[in-house]
């Protein structure tokens, strides 16, 4: 349409004979009418546009059939190439906990060590942020000034007596109870 258009406003202008050379249109300047006569493709320039076009449908299709046969391929590669990364990424999540699993065993010795060397306890010794032994020794010894372990329980007097104060050492608890209320 647009080429149309076009030869309107040439031949108009009185450029209209390249288009009737060339088979497009022909415009009739005292009519003002469009002859559209289209020509022999093949005497333009030369060229056989309907074979051009026959082997380009004939290579379009050669290309399709090989497309649709390596499709398949394409898809168990794709399929090959999802399983593998999906190994790598299984196979690096195990080297992952392997290495966590190392690293925890490592720090329960190192814990273990520096409470033995320090004299803290272990549950303590584990709270602390250090991850090497010369850091962490520093860190219980630290703690160790200010902490002192409890001795346990005081020491109470003999079991079953009483403390000397007054000749109630030995009596029994009906005895004690028998000199309470005389004075009564």
């Not at 046969?69 to 195990?94: F, G, H, P, Q, W």
């Not at 009596?171 to 109870?177: D, I, S, V």
Request: net charge negative.
């Amino acid at each position: 349409m647009l080429d149309v258009v076009a030869f309107l406003f040439h031949a108009l202008h009185g450029a209209h004979n390249g288009a009737a050379q060339r088979g497009k249109a022909v415009i009739m300047a005292d009519e003002k009418k469009v002859d559209v006569t289209p020509t022999d493709p093949a005497q333009d320039d030369g060229k056989d546009y309907k074979a051009m076009y026959e082997q380009a449908i004939s290579e379009s299709r050669k290309w399709e059939n090989r497309s649709k046969a390596n499709a398949e391929k394409a898809k168990k590669y794709d399929e090959m190439e999802e399983a593998k990364k999906t190994l790598e990424e299984r196979v690096a999540s195990i080297e992952a906990a392997n290495k966590a699993l190392s690293d925890e065993k490592e720090r329960a010795k190192l814990v273990k060590s520096v409470a033995n060397a320090t004299g803290v306890p272990e549950s303590i010794v584990s709270t602390l942020s250090a991850t090497d032994e010369e850091t962490m020794t520093a860190q219980a010894q630290a703690i160790a000034e200010n902490y002192k372990t409890p001795g346990g329980a005081p020491k109470a007097p003999e079991a079953g007596k009483f403390p000397k104060d007054g000749g109630n050492v030995g009596k029994t608890t009906a005895e004690l109870f028998a000199d309470a209320i005389k004075d009564f």
